[in-house]
Antibody, heavy 122, light 106 residues
Framework: EVQVVESGGGLVKPGGSLRLSCAAS????????MNWVRQAPGKGLEWVSS?????????YYADSVKGRFTISRDNSKNSVFLQMNSLGVEDTAVYYC??????????????WGQGTLVTVSS | DIQMTQSPSTLSASVGDRVTITCRAS??????LAWYQQKSGKAPKLLIY???TLESGVPSRFSGSGSGTEFTLTISSLQPDDFATYFC?????????FGGGTKVEV
């Protein structure tokens, strides 16, 4: 069974940093694009970042996080990470880790974690 | 960036109703469009991809159609489990973008 489990959320002050982790299981992790999608309280879904498969690593970011967030993966640990710096109140959201496709390029999200809440507040 | 516009934003319906949700893109997607269902407090669930392909395990009362810039999600006979919020998402190009959502309520 495909599973992704996020961790690392919490309360952080504006300007602070946080690192989210996502542990995956039940599939050949290195063969799939992995993604972060967020949802602010009471709002819709916003794609944040994607990292392609191990063989050809491409990184993609939403303009709203470019230069502040960094996505990475460790295929030996079946994990993907999101390093978030210079956080602002607008980054407050539930952050979901989601599996993408096995091909390079834009993707759908076919398996999602339960989400981890990031709250940016003074 | 490709803008995705869903309508309506809220839809009132009853069990057994046929429900249709529309998603319009600001530029052609060919058929690179997906639909998700999200229940309150839960993660989204993929229902349909490439406009009309049903994800494994999704009931056949869900169907998708369209191409280019206009797409629809149809629930042929609404069931109690279907009251939720539905989102469309384009995967034609980065940045990936979602529609604003349609809440299906009683």
């Amino acid at each position: 069974e495909v599973q992704v489990v996020e961790s690392g959320g919490g309360l952080v002050k504006p300007g602070g940093s946080l690192r989210l982790s996502c542990a995956a299981s039940g599939f050949t992790f290195s063969s799939y694009t992995m993604n972060w999608v967020r949802q602010a309280p009471g709002k819709g879904l916003e794609w944040v970042s994607s990292i392609s498969t191990a063989s050809t690593t491409y990184l993609y970011y939403a303009d709203s996080v470019k230069g502040r967030f960094t996505i990475s993966r460790d295929n030996s640990k079946n994990s993907v990470f999101l390093q978030m710096n210079s956080l602002g109140v607008e980054d407050t959201a539930v952050y979901y880790c989601a599996r993408g496709g096995a091909l390079v390029g834009p993707t759908v999200f076919d398996s999602w974690g339960q989400g981890t809440l990031v709250t940016v507040s003074s | 960036d490709i803008q995705m516009t869903q309508s309506p934003s809220t839809l009132s319906a009853s069990v057994g109703d046929r429900v249709t949700i529309t998603c319009r893109a600001s530029q052609s997607l060919n058929r690179w469009l997906a639909w998700y269902q999200q229940k309150s407090g839960k993660a989204p669930k993929l229902l349909i991809y490439t406009a009309s392909t049903l994800e494994s395990g999704v009931p056949s009362r869900f169907s998708g159609s369209g191409s280019g810039t206009e797409f629809t999600l149809t629930i042929s006979s609404l069931q109690p489990d279907d009251f939720a919020t539905y989102f469309c998402q384009q995967f034609n190009s980065y940045p990936l973008t979602f529609g604003g959502g349609t809440k299906v309520e009683v």
